[in-house]
């Protein structure tokens, strides 16, 4: 599912960045329990809170999505 | 705003794909109506129907993002 795979590309990002989910949501101005399920793929996420994660990550929204919904994912 | 960037992009893809908004709407299975307004800006699209449309180019989601909310774009 490609909120998964979206999840699980946060995530990746987040331990780069080396800070905690509830520091990240802080940051971008996030509920903490609500960027936690967008990061555990539960969430069909809207465009405007994606631009802010992309922001937040201090990359481009292409950047973002590098390699997620790729490999015979299913949408 | 971003949606108007998104859709923006939208736009722009379709043409060079040579195909109507009605025609990509019922390739990928959307509601012509609801396809339009993403191309106008005034939806807050949801990750699903991004890749949908993603998919309905045969492109990746980085791809589909490819100078999105760039260049000083406010989210």
């Given at each position: 599912?490609?909120t998964v795979?979206?999840g699980?590309?946060?995530?990746?990002?987040?331990?780069?960045?080396?800070?905690?989910?509830?520091?990240?949501?802080?940051?971008?101005?996030?509920?903490?329990?609500y960027?936690?399920?967008?990061?555990?793929?539960?969430?069909?996420?809207?465009?405007?809170n994606?631009?802010?994660?992309?922001?937040?990550?201090?990359?481009?929204?292409s950047?973002?999505?590098?390699?997620?919904?790729?490999c015979?994912?299913?949408k």
């Amino acid at each position: 599912m490609i909120t998964v795979d979206f999840g699980k590309r946060l995530k990746e990002l987040r331990r780069e960045a080396g800070i905690s989910q509830e520091k990240f949501a802080l940051k971008i101005g996030m509920d903490r329990t609500y960027y936690a399920s967008v990061e555990a793929g539960r969430r069909n996420i809207g465009l405007e809170n994606i631009k802010k994660i992309a922001d937040g990550f201090e990359i481009s929204l292409s950047e973002l999505f590098k390699g997620v919904g790729v490999c015979n994912e299913k949408k």
